[in-house]
């Protein structure tokens, strides 16, 4: 495998984990977000209260992901 390959390879290897926390970090609140605002959708809302309460910590874990 040519050096360049295995580079990409390996920095791709390395990049997965992170993004992936990011993405489903980022889908569980988008999720949150719709059941807050849109009780008709067969589930069952969450409070804004709660809703707020817990944007704080998931962006924070997101950021943390990120750096």
Do not use: K
Not at 11 to 20: G, K, V
Not at 21 to 35: C, P
Request: hydrophobic letters at 45%.
């Amino acid at each position: 495998m040519p050096v360049r390959d295995d580079f990409l390879a390996s920095t791709a290897h390395d990049l997965r984990t992170p993004l992936t926390i990011i993405r489903g970090r980022a889908q569980l609140l988008r999720r949150q977000v719709a059941r807050a605002t849109e009780p008709g959708s067969g589930t069952t809302p969450i409070d804004a209260t709660a809703l707020l309460a817990a944007l704080p910590p998931a962006l924070a874990r997101i950021e943390a992901a990120a750096t």
